[in-house]
């Protein structure tokens, strides 16, 4: 294993354990510290959190413990010690853009992740996204209601539970892809197709070799790409873009077995004529 995290109190002997047995890098609690219940969750959250937008294992230590010494306190962030100490912790544990961590914790809540008590009461809407992705020709979702923090944590909770379980009987996806309109690389966001740019990046992570063409080819490209497999496309914060909705149905029409799951303030209107309708769920 290259990571452990073990949330526990007083958990630093079992992490030491961790790291004699062949474990690369634990996460643990000191050994005479018991956590706070509330700041652990927190902690926890933001760890992970900043884990899965491209930050490496110290970058996410840093910013985690930034955000409890914010909102508890300094003492109580202290608490949390990365094992085995003196090696090089400066690593990516997840497959997403690398990011640096600078001074400021990241904005999460901006980010679409939500304090632990604002995600409470989402398991039933999960659930309801699940069973719509099930049926036969329900292959696009949108998520209504709630606010923009809500929705996206609605998005992420659904197409994480699917990527857990990639190639399983009830889901059957082989792939799950995020886009994340709302913190979209300095450098695409410039671009006109913007969806598209960030498309094209995360295709290319699936392992093709395909190079995938700029301009006209581009759409037609990345259909390419993705046709042979069951794909689940989750996206946040495209609503705006002007050509979402073409871009959308020539997936559908190119993509047999592509779903999709999209946040939105207002339904898309979204009708094609493979007989593909956009199924609305609302967040309470």
């Known amino acids: 294993f290259e990571f452990v995290f073990v949330a526990a109190c007083h958990s630093e002997v079992i992490g030491r354990a961790f790291i004699q047995s062949g474990v690369k890098h634990v996460l643990s609690c000191e050994l005479n510290s018991r956590l706070l219940d509330t700041a652990a ?89 699940l069973s719509e992705l099930l049926r036969a020709n329900s292959r696009l979702v949108t998520l209504l209601g709630g606010n923009k923090e809500q929705r996206v944590a609605l998005a992420r909770a659904s197409g994480g539970y699917i990527r857990n379980r990639l190639g399983g009987g009830n889901t059957s996806f082989d792939n799950v892809i995020f886009l994340d ?56 914060g495209y609503e705006q873009e002007a050509a979402l909705v073409h871009y959308l149905g020539v997936l559908f029409e190119a993509v047999k077995h592509l779903s999709v799951v999209l946040t939105a303030s207002h339904p898309l209107g979204f009708q094609s004529a493979a007989g593909i309708e956009e199924k609305i769920i609302h967040i309470q």
């Open 41 to 129: 969750a927190d902690f926890a959250q933001y760890f992970y959190a900043s884990l899965s937008r491209g930050y490496t294992i110290d970058a996410a230590f840093l910013s985690a413990k930034a955000h409890v010494s914010t909102g508890h306190s300094k003492q109580e962030s202290n608490k949390y010690t990365l094992l085995p100490q003196g090696t090089d912790i400066d690593v990516p544990i997840f497959d997403a853009d690398r990011i640096e961590w600078k001074d400021d914790p990241p904005n999460l809540a901006h980010e679409g992740i939500l304090s632990v008590q604002d995600s409470i009461g989402l398991e039933d809407h999960t659930h309801q996204v």
């Open 181 to 236: 309109g709302y913190n979209v690389d300095p450098t695409l966001a410039q671009q006109s197709q913007t969806f598209l740019c960030c498309l094209e990046r995360k295709v290319k992570r699936i392992g093709t070799a395909i190079e995938i063409a700029n301009g006209a080819d581009q759409l037609t490209t990345i259909c390419d790409v993705l046709s042979p497999m069951k794909t689940l496309l989750i996206l946040f």
